[in-house]
C-alpha cells in the first residue's frame, strides 16, 4: 500500500459524458501529478499541481483539467468523453515540487467509455 | 526530445537471474526509477538511482546505470513466479518544470516454475 488513494476504482460511462476521479496523496505530500495508461499510448505523463498551484502539464487535452484542494487533494475532471479516452488513470504524489522526489503511485481508476 | 524504451518480452526459469534492459535519450535525466505492475494492481516502486552514480543494490535488485551509452538494466537475483509482471523504467528531470516521469513500455516479465 503507497498511502495513495483513488476513488472510484471503476468508471462506466457513456460517449459525451464528464467523470470526476479523486486522489488522495501521501500524508505529508504536497506534489500531486496525474498520468494516463492506455494500450496505445502507454503511461503518459498529464499534468502535476504543488501545493495548490499547477506546476507541470505534460499531453492533457483541453477536454480534461485538474485541481488541487486546500486539504492537498486533487481531481481529475474529463469531460465530452470519447471511446478514445478509456484507459487507468493513476495519481502519484511525492514530497516536493521541482526536486527530483520519488513517487508513489495510487491503485488506478479504470474508465471505461462506451 | 525524450524517449525511453524497452524490450517488450522477458521469459526466464524460476531461480535463474533476470535482466531487464532500458535507454533512454535525455543525458540531463537526474533520476532513473524502476516500477512493477502487476495485473490489475498500480504502480509499485521498486528502486531507483540517482544519475552520477553507476550501481545501486537493494537485497535482490541490482541497478545498473551506463551513463555514456544512455543505458540502464535492472537484475533480478533468484528470480520467482510473484516477479512475474510488467517492469517499468522511468526517467526524471529535476527542475523548473516540475518532476513528470516519462516511462518507457514496459517489459513483461513471465517466470516459469
Known amino acids: 500500500d503507497s498511502g495513495v488513494t483513488q476513488t472510484p476504482k471503476h468508471l462506466i460511462t457513456a460517449t459525451g459524458q464528464r467523470v470526476t476521479l479523486r486522489c488522495s496523496p501521501r500524508s505529508g505530500d504536497l506534489s500531486v501529478y496525474w498520468y494516463q495508461q492506455s494500450l496505445d499510448q502507454g503511461l503518459q505523463f498529464l499534468i502535476q499541481y504543488y501545493n495548490g498551484e499547477e506546476r507541470a502539464k505534460g499531453n492533457i487535452l483541453e477536454r480534461f483539467s485538474a485541481q488541487q484542494f486546500p486539504d492537498l487533494h486533487s481531481e481529475l475532471n474529463l469531460s465530452s468523453l470519447e471511446l478514445g479516452d478509456s484507459a487507468l488513470y493513476f495519481c502519484a504524489s511525492s514530497v516536493g515540487d521541482w526536486e527530483a522526489g520519488t513517487q508513489y503511485f495510487g491503485p488506478g481508476t479504470r474508465l471505461l467509455v462506451l | ?113
Open chain 2, 1 to 113: 526530445g525524450e524517449d525511453v524504451e524497452q524490450s517488450l518480452f522477458l521469459s526466464v526459469r524460476e531461480g535463474d537471474s533476470s535482466v531487464i534492459n532500458c535507454t533512454y535519450t535525455d543525458s540531463s535525466s537526474t533520476y532513473l526509477y524502476w516500477y512493477k505492475q502487476e495485473p490489475g494492481a498500480g504502480l509499485q516502486l521498486l528502486t531507483y538511482i540517482f544519475s552520477n552514480m553507476d550501481m545501486k543494490q537493494d537485497q535482490r535488485l541490482t541497478v545498473l546505470l551506463n551513463k555514456k551509452d544512455k543505458h540502464l538494466s535492472l537484475r533480478i537475483a533468484d528470480t520467482q513466479t510473484g516477479d512475474s509482471a510488467i517492469y517499468f523504467c522511468a526517467e526524471s528531470k529535476a527542475g523548473n518544470a516540475g518532476n513528470m516521469l516519462t516511462f518507457g513500455g514496459g517489459t513483461r516479465l513471465m517466470v516459469k516454475p
